[in-house]
Structures are given as C-alpha cells and as structure tokens.
C-alpha cells in the first residue's frame, strides 16, 4: 500500500537532547498528522496541520506543513524518557471519492538513554 | 469523555474462520475509519464509514467488510482468515467525513490467525 517516506527509521538519543524528524511524498497533502504510539497501544494524535508552511507547537514538540505541501517535520525538543516511541507521520489526502484517507509513513522509533 | 473504544482487545483465530470487530466511535464522531497495522509498518486505510454508508475503500479484498450501526458504532468482519491477517486492527472516529478533522484511533484489536 501507498506510504509516505518517513526518516529516521530509529533513533537513539540522550535525555535532554533535541529530535527532529520528518516526512516525504510524491502526492499532495491538505492535512499532515503527528501521532505517537506505544507498545500495545493505538497511536495517540500529537498535532494536525492544515496550511501549507503552517508552523504549530504543542508544548516540546513543533511542527511544520511544507510549502510544496509534499513534506513535513517534527521536532521536539529537550526529550525527556516519557517520548520513548514510536512516531508517525500521517497525510490526509484531498477530498476524493467521499474518503478520509490517512496515509502513514512507516515511523520513527525513539529510544533515549538516562 | 470516553476515547475510541474497540472490543475485544486480543483474538486467536485459525486459517480459514470468521471474525468480528468492534469499534464505538467518540461521543458525536459520526465517522468511523478501519486500519490494519503489521507489526513494523505504519497503518493501512481498509475502509471509512459515515452517516451508515460506505465513503471509501483501501486495497484490501472483497474478504473484509464493514458496517455501521445508527448509533454510529461499527464492525469489521474478516471471512476466509489467512495467517498474513494477523495484524493490529485500529478503529479511527472523526467528526464528519471532511479531510479537515482529525481522526481520533482507539486502542486496537490484535489479531493472530495460526
């Protein structure tokens, strides 16, 4: 199935550290979604972007909508160990046949060392 | 207000059987989307259900369908079960069926067919 180009595949870092991550397709986008999901869990909505260069924070983590509407970052800054996980990238694709189609990219799994 | 709820949290089938999930949406979501995620991937579109009605199919086979009740909950029922269905099946709710809302996941059911 269809997914968007997402990197890093992992990451390790120390606690304390700034993370940046982000995502690429060939297809447009109207929506980019952020969201992050533990072990055994479904994955929990962190941010939603609807404009193109729209730049939103929600607390430590700050993401972007590109311009070309093709790609997106995430950052997040001064980790701490509670962002252990998983992170995804989700684009919402234009309004087609009646769908509300999320496409993911494959993740990025954080692990911070104390 | 209660997340997304899906039922039941974990189900062992074998090769060949039926099987029904079940998802109950946010209180006044009326859209109810179904995931399939592979462990190590990121979630697969299957299916969206609004006001009752199907709005959009991923590429998935004829073996899996949908409903929606008026109350706006859903099933998705899997026929004919393959050992490559094992899977984390996510229900998604959002408020209407629009590319501009996000979309809320519950918790999964997973699923091992042997």
Known sequence: GQQLNQSPQ???IQEGEDVSMNCTSSSIFNTWLWYKQDPGEG???LIALYKAGELTSNGRLTAQFGITRKDSFLNISASIPSDVGIYFCAGQQPFIQGAQKLVFGQGTRLTINP | DAGVTQSPTHLIKTRGQHVTLRCSPISGHKSVSWYQQVLGQGPQFIFQYYEKEERGRGNFP????A???PNYSSELNVNALLLGDSALYLCASSRSREASYEQYFGPGTRLTVT
């Open chain 1, 43 to 45: 994955p929990v909505l």
């Open chain 2, 67 to 69: 409903r929606q009740f």
């Open chain 1, 10 to 12: 992992s990451m390790f």
């Open chain 2, 62 to 65: 004829d073996r899996f369908s």
